[in-house]
């Protein structure tokens, strides 16, 4: 059974960094694209980063390019998001989402789900 | 704004139909397979249809795809009060490089 469990969320100021953590089990990791997907409070679902399966292709959203990067250790099963500069635009949940289809072909949407980390950026 | 357009809420009766759109161009569901995912509040969002119209395993048939051109629909039949959710619309975009959601539809079942 597919189980992704996000961690790393929290509160932090404007400016401050964090990494967001997403610990996969229940299939293969390393055959696997991943997403990260965050929805704001109030607002719809928004697309940040995908990663191939094997860490070579490397994909970000418009709206966090330059500041968030996203990366993966398939030793350790781990997806990861390094987020730069915040803002309270940055204010979301955090979800990571393994992609419907094995293999490192695009484009490979997302299919399963953890249930999201909380980053909340506030003065 | 989102790149893809879906109506903020539909509603319908239990036991009745809906249909939920989705519009986009050919740079995204034009050219590429859409996705239908259902998402309640504090929980993770579920893949309904995947590649247009296929259901993963576990997903009764009461929920259906459909694309034709640069628009997508999302069928579900015989509502059910637990039917009740925010429904997002999903595919890639050619053009940004890009996974692109819509802006969701929230389902009422009155």
């Known amino acids: 059974q597919v189980q992704l469990v996000e961690s790393g969320g929290g509160v932090v100021q404007p400016g401050r960094s964090l990494r967001l953590s997403c610990a996969a089990s229940g299939f293969i990791f390393s055959a696997y694209t991943m997403h990260w997907v965050r929805q704001a409070p109030g607002k719809g679902l928004q697309w940040v980063a995908l990663i191939s399966n094997d860490g070579i292709t490397k994909h970000h959203a418009d709206s966090v390019k330059g500041r968030v990067t996203i990366s993966r250790d398939n030793s350790r099963n781990t997806l990861y998001l390094q987020m730069n500069s915040l803002t309270t635009e940055d204010t979301a949940v955090y979800y990571c989402a393994r992609a419907t289809f094995s293999g490192s072909y695009l484009p490979n949407g997302p299919r399963d789900w953890g249930r999201g980390t909380l980053v909340t950026v506030s003065p | 704004q989102s790149v893809l357009t879906q109506p903020p809420s539909v509603s319908a009766a239990p036991g009745q139909k809906v249909t939920i759109s989705c519009s986009g161009n050919s740079s995204n569901i034009g050219n590429n397979y859409v996705s239908w995912f259902q998402h309640l509040p504090g929980t993770a969002p579920k893949l309904l249809i995947y590649?247009?119209?296929k259901r993963p395993s576990g997903i009764p048939d009461r929920f259906s795809g459909s694309k034709s051109g640069t628009s997508a629909t999302l069928g579900i039949t015989g509502l059910r009060t637990g039917d009740e959710a925010d429904y997002y619309c999903g595919v890639w975009d050619s053009s940004l490089s890009a996974e692109v959601f819509g802006g969701g539809t929230k389902l009422t079942v009155l």
């Open positions: 590649d247009n119209d």
